[in-house]
């Protein structure tokens, strides 16, 4: 499989409106594994490079919580925005669902990889990162000190992406449970 050919058709699907869920095969799968373990491997690495195969994982019509030290690591060494973006949507997809759908708890080390990325990074990754932790249920008082920090003071709420990321502090805030 070429992982640039499939990212290709899977944006000209997006572009024509459609939201595909795309079957990997085993081989794929592995192929896509691989690649991402080469790309942490390479100390040269370049952050657009792993954004196709982000993409493709964030439309898997499966679940892969196996990925979940591909993402704790990529958490860890991705520096830029929009990189770390996609790595959220596909983070969401494959241990947040994927856990949800085999009923178990989120993995304690997923929930404190997004702590950092709640922290000190743009607007715009702060908002995804929320997004990923309003999904964490309860479970997300574990963040609780970062959460707070991130509360846009009164004036900044009426900035689009700060009344947003007010909103998803709300609805998380409401998950917790009330002493």
């Known amino acids: 499989m070429n992982i640039e050919d499939r990212y290709r058709a899977l944006i000209s699907q997006l572009k024509l409106g459609k939201q595909p869920r795309l079957p990997f095969s085993l081989e794929e799968k592995k192929q896509l594994f691989a690649f991402w373990q080469s790309w942490i491997d390479n ?10 195969l982000l ?3 964030s439309h898997s019509k499966d679940y892969y919580p196996e990925l979940l030290n591909f993402f704790i690591t990529s958490f860890q060494i991705i520096e830029g925005d929009e990189t770390t973006v996609f790595l959220l949507g596909a983070s969401q997809l494959h241990i947040i ?9 989120f993995p304690y080390e997923y929930i404190m990889a997004l702590k950092p990325l709640l922290i000190a990074k743009a607007p ?13 249920g309860p479970q997300s008082i574990l963040l609780k000190d970062a959460i707070l920090e991130l509360r846009p003071g009164a004036m900044r709420v009426f900035s689009g992406q700060q009344k947003t990321i007010h909103q998803l502090i ?4 409401d998950s ?4």
């Open 170 to 173: 709300g609805h998380i805030q």
């Open 97 to 105: 669902q994927g856990a949800i759908q085999a009923g178990e708890r």
């Open 55 to 57: 993409c493709l994982l």
């Open 43 to 52: 100390s040269e690495r370049c952050e657009q490079e792993l954004q196709p």
């Open 176 to 179: 917790w449970p009330k002493v």
């Open 124 to 136: 715009q990754v702060n908002e995804w990162a929320l997004r990923a932790v309003a999904d964490l």
